[in-house]
């Protein structure tokens, strides 16, 4: 597992082109598991907090209640307008709640841009730690699907589908 930061210095330029399609469109989806092990959807935000990917989730949520009790989640960036110009990225990894009220005002001020005395309503905060980065993209010529994956400590991997 890695932070966001620690997979940009890794690998900066798929790090770039897997982050852009976060950066397109403000809504995503999440994948954390229920209690009885199968998967449930909901849609969030992310951010980049320091050297950290961070999600917030309402108080009491139960998209916050999975992660607090298994932090596997996989997030998929909102493909935007269906032309592949940004690609499709993908993470998975594990979520850790912040708790520390430090922390979370810090991530609350860099999400609405200024900073305040006034304490934020209560919530969840998560970072998110990497273990999978995927981009999928159309090739320059049109002809295959390239993939493109990324686990820490090894280099991005290239598969093309035609």
Do not use: C
């Not at 999975?66 to 909102?78: K, V």
């Not at 390239?146 to 991997?157: A, D, E, M, N, Q």
Request: aromatic share 6%.
């Amino acid at each position: 597992m890695v932070t966001w930061q620690q997979f940009i210095d890794a690998e900066p330029e798929f790090a770039a082109a897997v982050w852009a399609p976060f950066t397109a469109t403000k809504h995503h989806v999440l994948a954390t598991l229920r209690s009885d092990g199968s998967p449930r959807v909901s849609g969030t935000e992310v951010q980049r907090v320091g050297p950290n990917l961070t999600i917030g989730s309402m108080l009491d949520a139960v998209k916050a209640a999975d992660l607090i009790r298994d932090g596997r989640f996989a997030l998929h960036a909102n493909p935007g307008d269906g032309s592949m110009s940004r690609g499709d990225a993908k993470l998975a990894g594990i979520a850790t709640e912040i708790t520390d009220p430090a922390l979370k005002a810090a991530a609350s001020a860099a999400t609405t841009g200024a900073e305040t005395d006034k304490e934020p309503e209560p919530y969840h905060l998560f970072h998110l730690d990497v273990t999978e980065a995927v981009h999928i993209s159309l090739a320059p010529t049109n002809d295959y699907l390239l993939i493109r994956t990324w686990h820490p400590g090894g280099p991005v991997r290239e598969i093309r589908r035609y």
